[in-house]
């Protein structure tokens, strides 16, 4: 009996070339890239409802925030006036303040060296202004009590700045790291050697701001925040009883307060024993 013969044999499939699997790869990745951009993009969409309600710190006259935002053009010409560069353009992640002009106190405050606040003489839709205009409301607690005095100015004909309203106040964030409040005195640089910020000294050059860095101090006691407070009363140490009944020399924040954030700049302890915060309104 003859065998059964073998089932034909399927053809092999022919082999794919390097060159061949390596384009194949490169494709699916191009794919992969491309979904994760629309993705990414789609999920940027939400960054500014997200960080709709980020607060910062706003050049001084700015009008209030959503008036503010609506306002400015982004133009950049109170970042070009200002002498210490203190004012900053947002980056994406500040959503719908992209572009928009801020202050970061900590890194480079307010410290008036322009005399005449030229932010304001710069902008040219008035979200930076001397004065709101009528139809604004002015909210309680952040029009000043008076023209504060700048004490650059004091000895001159007007010593007072040309603002109606405050964009911020100092608060005492972390009282227990205080040096003041501990006692102690500050001996150096008050930000350390690589710290960039600048300020004017009226016993250095009242029209150019030096590094902070270039001028160290030697105190018994630290006053840094009400030392080089710019305007005049706006902050002074006072003996207050703590929770235990100790007295101390606090840092106390008066009417005055604009919200510069010299004193947050120039405070020695890491972080920041004093800070501004943004829009925050005054008390009584």
């Known amino acids: ?38 993705i990414g993009l789609s999920l940027l969409g939400y960054v500014p409802v997200v960080n709709a309600r980020h607060t910062r710190l706003r050049p001084p006259g700015a009008l209030d925030e959503n008036d503010f935002l609506s306002s400015c053009i982004k ?8 002498p210490v560069q203190a004012i900053k353009l947002g980056d994406i992640d500040d959503g719908f303040g992209l572009g ?17 606040v030229q932010c304001i003489l710069a902008c040219p839709t008035g979200a930076l202004t001397y004065e709101k205009p009528g139809f604004l409301n002015v909210r309680e607690g952040a029009k000043l009590a008076a023209a504060p005095i700048l004490k650059a100015k004091a000895k001159d004909a007007e010593s007072t700045l040309n603002l109606k309203e405050r964009t911020g106040l100092a608060r005492l964030v972390r009282p227990e790291a205080c040096l003041a409040m501990q006692g102690k005195g500050f001996k150096g640089q008050a930000r350390g ?42 902050i ?16 106390v924040v008066l009417e005055p307060c604009v919200g510069c954030g010299v004193c947050e700049m120039v405070c020695p302890v890491e ?14």
């Open 193 to 234: 050697s690589a710290f960039g910020g600048k300020m004017r000294f009226m016993e250095v050059d009242r029209w150019k701001p030096i590094p902070l860095r270039d001028h160290p101090y030697d105190l018994e006691l630290c006053d840094l925040c009400v030392r080089e407070c710019p305007i005049g009363n706006a």
């Open 100 to 116: 928009v002009p801020h202050i970061d106190s900590r890194q480079q405050a307010c410290d008036f060296s322009c005399d005449a």
């Open 1 to 38: 009996m003859n065998a059964p013969a073998d089932p034909p044999k399927k053809p092999a499939k022919p082999a794919v070339s390097l060159e061949k699997a390596q384009k194949a790869r490169r494709k699916f990745l191009h794919s992969v890239g491309l979904a994760g951009g629309v």
């Open 236 to 251: 002074e140490l006072r003996p207050v009883k703590d929770a235990a009944g100790v007295v101390r020399m606090t840092p």
């Open 271 to 284: 972080p920041t024993a004093i800070a501004v915060e943004a829009q925050a309104l005054w008390k009584a």
């Open 75 to 82: 133009c950049g010409q109170c970042v070009q006036v200002c």
